[in-house]
């Protein structure tokens, strides 16, 4: 689904590895944050073609993931990867002139802490580039469904607040309290029409199908056998547009 999400929304993610190339020096290390499956790390990695990457990941099969698709690319004598949980000790990274962390800051336990640790690590003029999204994309808009992918949102929504992650954070003001100068704070609005390209509506599969497991015991079963119906017929459906937000904000260590 990262993945997906990457090549679907394209265009956003070169914007944003454009703007994050423009933050760091000649030949920077940088290190990515919950780096998943290596979406960013690999974006930063093609983009700046000397600078050195650290992935930090608790789940060390997307580790591994990510090794591969280095290696496939060429990339592994720049992309680096450390297994760690990073509501708990925090390894030796180093220094940075950039920490990247996409979507990774909601799931922090104490996000806080990991401001700060992050404010110890980044080299003076350094920066740190988060980028947050509110929920999965809606693909159901002005169709005979809106009310019932609205209806999933609202239950989604539910249980990560049930959860306690750090969605809607201001992150600005975070940033601020740790000690970092604010530099730069949008909001992505992300429209793509019907009919979408198929990559797009397999996305869309992929999400609902995703939402439906997830709510199971949340939504009543007419409205879980009617996501089960969308998702399948995704693909095929001409239908189909994609509505998503992405916010960014840019820390500088002084």
């Not at 802490?113 to 350094?126: E, M, S, T, Y």
């Not at 992150?171 to 979408?196: Q, V």
Request: net charge negative; charged share 25%.
């Amino acid at each position: 689904m990262l993945d997906l999400d990457a090549e679907v929304l394209s265009d956003f993610y070169r914007e944003v590895i454009a703007w994050a190339g423009a933050l760091v020096p000649a030949s920077p290390r940088i290190i990515d944050l919950g780096a998943g499956t290596g979406v960013g790390t690999l974006a930063l990695a093609r983009h700046l073609p000397t600078a050195d990457l650290t992935a930090v990941d608790v789940d060390e099969a997307m580790l591994t993931h990510l090794r591969e698709r280095a290696a496939d690319a060429g990339l592994a004598d720049r992309v680096h990867t450390v297994r760690a949980d990073l509501d708990g000790e925090w390894p030796a990274l180093g220094t940075a002139d950039l920490v990247w962390a996409s979507a990774s800051m909601h799931h922090m336990t104490d996000p806080d802490r990991v401001l700060r640790q992050v404010h110890d690590i980044l080299r003076p003029g350094g920066a740190f580039m988060i980028t947050e999204l509110d929920g999965f994309p809606r693909f159901l808009a002005d169709s005979p469904d809106t009310a019932l992918e609205e209806r999933a949102h609202a239950e989604l929504a539910a249980m990560r607040l049930e959860g306690g992650l750090h969605m809607g954070e201001d992150w600005g003001a975070r940033l601020k309290s740790a000690g970092f100068t604010l530099e730069g704070e949008r909001r992505f609005e992300i429209s793509l029409p019907a009919p979408l390209p198929p990559k797009a509506r397999h996305y869309a599969q992929v999400t609902l199908d995703r939402a439906r497991q997830r709510l199971i015991d949340r939504l009543t079963p007419a409205d879980v056998t009617a996501l089960a119906s969308l998702a399948a017929s995704a693909p095929a459906n001409p239908a189909l547009t994609l509505h998503a937000t992405r916010d960014i904000w840019i820390g500088r260590r002084p």
